[in-house]
């Protein structure tokens, strides 16, 4: 008997249904792909396009094909990374946090006000990460908006700077937020330079990221050609939709599942008709209507069990790692709303063996919080503390300790206890020092992450390295304001 069949993933009869949903939404009505280049190769490889309205309806056979396309990359060795700083994908079971987001919003909590990230506070962001042994990525967790005195930077220079700030700050950079094609060259220069060249970064790329469809069922021009740029350099093609339960697609689980696996599929069978070795991946950030305030839900439950369930579906389906969007909660600032929901979100990823959890995001990707950094970095602790496994062995097990307490005594001050209380059960951290309520233990996690900052040494990338980012900077400036002219 099945005791809990809520708490099962699909199963095989589930999946069936699930990826024939899928195939019968890409065959009708299919998906409008505003990218000439990608429609021309999928007419090619047998997919009825209509280009005067970009549409294009898929052949079941096409996508099966393109799946055992990958299924056969896979088990050659190829990998396929899903590269983005929001989402949650397969780990080793530890935690590997990510500084992430491409936040437009620096939320500080002593003043309880979110502004445009100065440089300063991007550089303080990145410095933080480095610092923090659970952080194994640090990409942008904050966009350069505005520099120091206040003048704005021009937009299609603040994911490059961004990227360059990370460059010379840390020495863990991940993936950094793409707004254009003409940006993803210099970023991917920026790339090359921190890696040592050009096969180092192929090897281990950064300052990339994933790309969205435009739910339901669209991918828009410019995300088609980062994508494809992404695609033709043998680089991660992540795509990562957003189907919203009750608005772009039906309102039951099911239906965004199937929405958003069609959204993927749809995208993987583009790419690789123009790439037949593209490395594609996905993610998901599903949310559900708000009925009563017209927005988008990250945070609600069902949000958080369809993410779950299209990751598992990709996982036993198609035998693919998928993120899952951890790092999206609905919380404006920093809070008991904010700790629920994260809680909620790091246990199902948590559940799915998705520990590289993006942390300090609030209000639906808009904010980057230093201080909720700090309390999603506790949840983590505790969440793979007491849900972790122990080791079972004679030491563990202790039973010569126990005897030599004998009936009715105890074992503070013995040497076994000594031994081992810091690893099992050292307070540490906020929840083990904070007294008050929940202002106080943000109190502490501001101070917390403005100490770990203070007494943390700056990384300082190689003086020719910098210099050169600086020239690739310059280079993009000159480049763009020409472009603007």
Not at 321 to 329: H, L
Not at 427 to 444: N, R, V, W, Y
């Amino acid at each position: 008997m099945t005791r809990f069949p809520h708490r099962a993933p699909p199963g095989v009869e589930d999946m069936a249904q699930i990826h024939k949903a899928a195939l019968a939404l890409l065959a009708d009505p299919g998906m409008r792909i505003m990218e000439d280049g990608l429609l021309k190769a999928l007419s090619k490889a047998g997919a009825t396009v209509d280009f005067a309205v970009q549409e294009v309806r898929f052949p079941a056979e096409l996508v099966d094909e393109t799946l055992a396309s990958i299924r056969s990359d896979m088990e050659a060795g190829i990998t396929f990374p899903v590269l983005n700083g929001v989402v949650a994908s397969f780990t080793n079971g530890e935690i590997a946090a990510k500084f992430g987001g491409a936040c437009c919003s620096y939320y500080d909590w002593e003043s309880r006000s979110a502004r445009e990230p100065s440089e300063a506070d991007v550089v303080a962001m990145l410095k933080l990460g480095q610092a923090i042994p659970e952080v194994r990525h640090v990409g942008n967790p904050v966009i350069y908006m505005r520099q120091d005195d206040g003048t704005s930077i021009p937009p299609h220079l603040r994911p490059i700077k961004t990227a360059a700030l990370a460059a010379k700050h840390t020495s863990r950079p991940y993936t950094c937020e793409v707004w254009s094609l003409e940006g993803l060259e210099f970023q991917i220069e920026i790339g090359c330079v921190v890696r040592g060249g050009r096969d180092a970064f192929q090897a281990d790329p950064a300052f990339i990221t994933a790309k969205e469809t435009i739910s339901p069922l669209q991918l828009p021009h410019e995300d088609a050609q980062v994508l494809m740029a992404l695609a033709g350099k043998g680089l991660p093609c992540t795509i990562i939709p957003m189907p919203l339960s009750g608005g772009s697609c039906p309102v039951t689980p099911a239906a965004n599942v199937a929405m958003a696996t069609a959204e993927v599929l749809g995208v993987f069978t583009a790419l690789r008709a123009f790439e037949p070795s593209a490395r594609v991946s996905g993610g998901v950030i599903s949310g559900v209507m708000d009925m009563t305030g017209g927005g988008a839900l990250f945070g609600h439950p069902a949000a958080i069990l369809q993410d779950r369930l299209i990751s598992q579906h990709f996982e036993n389906c198609y035998g693919m790692d998928f993120g899952i969007g951890t790092g999206y909660i609905d919380a404006p600032v920093p809070g008991v709303r904010s700790v629920i929901e994260k809680t909620c979100k790091m246990a199902s990823s948590y559940s799915c063996g998705k520990t590289n959890y993006p942390v300090g995001i609030i209000e639906a990707g808009k904010t980057f919080s230093p201080a909720q950094a700090m309390l999603d970095l506790e949840i983590a602790r505790t969440l793979h503390a007491s849900l972790g496994g122990v080791v079972i062995d004679e030491r563990t097990l202790a039973v010569d300790v126990m005897r030599e307490a004998g009936i009715g005594g105890n074992v503070l001050t013995h040497d076994h206890t000594l031994k081992n209380f810091r690893d099992v059960l050292c307070p540490g951290g906020l929840l083990g020092t904070s007294t008050g309520g929940m202002d106080a233990l943000l109190d502490s996690a501001n101070r917390k992450w403005q100490d770990i900052v203070a007494s943390s040494e700056q990384y300082a990338l190689p003086g020719e390295k910098a210099d050169e980012i600086d020239r690739i900077v310059a280079k993009a400036d000159k480049f763009f304001r020409e472009m603007s002219q």
